[in-house]
């Protein structure tokens, strides 16, 4: 399968299955489109045959006939460079990976992640938190030092062979119960050594507790910090207030610019959420960007249809441009020395993830599992609550094995929806819990998160591109 599309000014194709991207001129491109077009993208090179090539060549001498310096030799020249990529495997390669879907739902489930709930509280009142203001849908609670504990047990015991675990510290707000995360981290610590483990912790935080001791310890002992704010302050402010209406903007941001300044090198991201109210939501990245901020992310709301702030159907033309503008607009102060990453338009051509990581994706239910702050398992953070989903406890183990199973088949190949999709590997099917949410069923498919997904991986191999071009010129 290919992939053929024109982006700020490059032609760029995709190789779906090899993963390569070819950034080509106008001949080759429509000579590209027009093998697609003829027979497929799925076909055995001798199905490519003479006369095939030569109606296309003719074709394209017609199209480009007011161009002298096109002529035929020139075309037959191209046609062979597109064979001899064809031969190569890195155009319209063929899909090596759909059997081993089939097996997946034979496979273990090897744990190598857990997402501690230590609070089912929240000193904020996010209107769009999915976890009903951090309780989950059920009684605040603060998850014991004892079921934290045992949590990091469980899963060194269900890790069998991985060396490298990770847990990430979650909510409500973690840092209402910050006494037992640093125990649990000292724990866990204790145990690298004695089970030939290495934990890699992250938090997950409002801000609104953050001081130096937190600050100073999580510079020390966490792999990455996730720092919660939706952009400019009347956009965070509408959706992230406290209990009494008070937005936390101004409370927040000088502590989270003083967290970044000390955490130096230290990976941290901003993480917003984009509403049906700010579908301008470029202008929150920029903001971010302009604060000093240099890790961000901003993702789209997921959200009852009825609910004032879900993104709608005619938002959608908006959110693509505003995607297509970052990219530029990322380019552009790149070149000027105060570039920033965008967490969905970093893409690794050279190695990422591997193939398995691309089909199944981010192992909920299977590889990755959330722990309530009573012990409860869940396949992700956004099930935790929903009876149906909820796999045992980490006392008493895994005893639904029909909802671990249904996991299993979270891939890519799972969707039909997805099969003639050439973003496929890069989003692995997409997010069982938002499928779940919008469409009643794990292997369901959000439809708006497709299409924002599709811009993303298209602007993303377009900045690629255009870097190797700067690097290039450099040269």
């Known amino acids: 399968m290919v992939h053929c599309y024109k982006k700020n000014g490059y032609n760029i194709i995709l190789d779906v299955n090899s993963g390569t991207v070819h950034e080509v001129d106008d001949v080759a491109y429509d000579m590209i489109e027009a093998i697609k077009n003829k027979v497929g993208d799925d076909f055995a090179l001798d199905q490519l045959s003479v006369q095939i090539c030569e109606d296309i060549i003719h074709d394209i001498l017609l199209k480009y006939s007011d161009m002298p310096d096109i002529d035929e030799a020139e075309l037959k020249e191209t046609m062979d460079d597109i064979v001899e990529l064809i031969n190569a495997e890195q155009l319209f390669s063929k899909d090596i990976f759909e059997n081993m879907s089939i097996d997946f739902k034979k496979r273990q489930s090897v744990l190598k992640a857990l997402c501690l709930h230590v609070a089912h509280d ?15 849908h059920g009684p605040r609670g603060l998850m014991s030092y004892e079921t934290g504990k045992r949590a990091l047990d469980f899963l060194i015991e269900n890790s069998s062979t991985r060396h490298n675990l990770e847990v990430d510290f979650f909510g409500g707000e973690p840092l209402m119960n910050w006494d037992v995360v640093k125990k649990l981290v000292a724990y866990g610590r204790a145990q690298e050594e004695k089970y030939n483990k290495k934990f890699r912790f992250t938090v997950t935080t409002n801000g609104v507790l953050l001081d130096d001791e937190i600050i100073d310890f999580c510079n020390r002992e966490m792999g990455n910090v996730v720092l919660s704010l939706d952009g400019r302050k009347a956009v965070n402010d509408r959706m992230r207030s406290s209990r009494n209406g008070k937005g936390s903007y101004d409370l927040i941001v000088p502590k989270f610019k003083h967290f970044v300044e000390k955490r130096g090198d230290g990976e941290y991201y901003m993480r917003g959420t984009y509403t049906h109210y700010n579908t301008d939501f470029l202008q929150d990245i920029l903001h971010m960007a ?16 009825e609910a004032d702030y879900a993104l709608r159907e005619e938002d959608l033309p908006t959110i693509l441009e505003q995607y297509d503008e970052l990219a530029k607009e990322m380019l552009k102060r790149e070149e000027e020395g105060r570039g920033f990453t965008f967490y969905h338009y970093m893409i690794d051509l050279e190695g990422g993830p591997c193939v398995v990581k691309r089909v199944s994706g981010c192992g909920v239910g299977t590889e990755y599992m959330a722990v309530t702050a009573n012990g409860d398992l869940y396949p992700c953070h956004q099930f935790a609550g929903e009876e ?43 997010c069982a819990a938002n499928a ?8 369901g498919v959000y439809q708006m998160g497709c299409e924002i997904h599709r811009c993303r991986i298209e602007n993303a191999l377009m900045m690629q591109v255009a870097r190797t071009h700067r690097e290039e010129d450099e040269i």
């Not at 901020?293 to 993702?299: A, D, G």
């Not at 949410?437 to 794990?442: A, I, L, Q, R």
């Open 388 to 430: 149906k989903y909820k796999l045992g406890n980490v006392f008493t183990g895994v005893d639904n094995q029909q909802a671990c199973d249904e996991f299993k088949l979270c891939n890519v190949y799972a969707h039909p929806e997805c099969k003639d999709c050439f973003a496929k590997m890069y989003c692995s099917g997409g």
């Open 290 to 305: 302009d604060l000093g901020f240099k890790e961000l992310s901003i993702e789209p709301v997921v959200a009852p249809p």
């Open 436 to 443: 779940s949410h919008t469409t009643g069923s794990v292997t």
């Open 122 to 136: 929240c000193n904020l009142s996010c209107t769009y938190c999915f976890a009903g203001e951090g309780e989950y």
